[in-house]
C-alpha cells in the first residue's frame, strides 16, 4: 500500500502528538536520526511515519531474521554455482569487458 506518511506526519496538529519517552541506545539513535536528516526530516518524524507502518501493514514493515545478509547472498550464490547459472572468464581484461559493456 502506498501512503504519503511524511505529509501527514508533517501535518499533524500539536494536539494530536503526544510526548513518549524511549530507550534507546545511542549509537543507532544517532545513526538513524542521520539517515533522517538525508531523507530532510528529523528523528520524531522518521519514528511516526515507522509507527504508521506498522499499522498499516499490522506487523513489522520488514521481515525480521536472524540470518544476516551477507550468508544469505552466500547461499544464494552457492546455489546458482551449483545449478551452473555462472558465466566464466579466460582472463580478468574478458571479466572486465563484461562488466563494464
Given at each position: 500500500m502506498?501512503y504519503?506518511?511524511?505529509?501527514e506526519v508533517?501535518h499533524m ?7 513518549t519517552?524511549?530507550r ?5 539513535k ?7 536528516a ?7 518524524t ?5 509507527l504508521k507502518?506498522?499499522v ?7 521481515k525480521?531474521?536472524?540470518?544476516s545478509p ?11 554455482i ?14 572486465r569487458?563484461d562488466?563494464y559493456?
Open positions: 502506498t504519503d506518511y511524511f505529509s508533517m496538529q500539536p494536539k494530536d502528538r503526544s510526548v519517552s524511549l534507546l541506545d545511542q549509537e543507532s544517532e545513526a538513524a536520526r542521520a539517515v533522517f538525508e531523507l530532510v526530516m528529523d528523528l520524531s522518521g519514528i511516526n511515519i515507522y507502518q506498522v498499516v501493514d499490522q506487523g513489522l514493515p520488514f525480521p531474521t536472524t540470518i551477507l550468508d544469505c547472498a552466500t547461499s544464494k550464490t552457492h546455489a546458482e551449483e545449478r551452473g547459472d555462472f558465466v566464466e572468464f579466460d582472463s580478468l581484461e574478458d571479466f569487458q562488466l559493456s
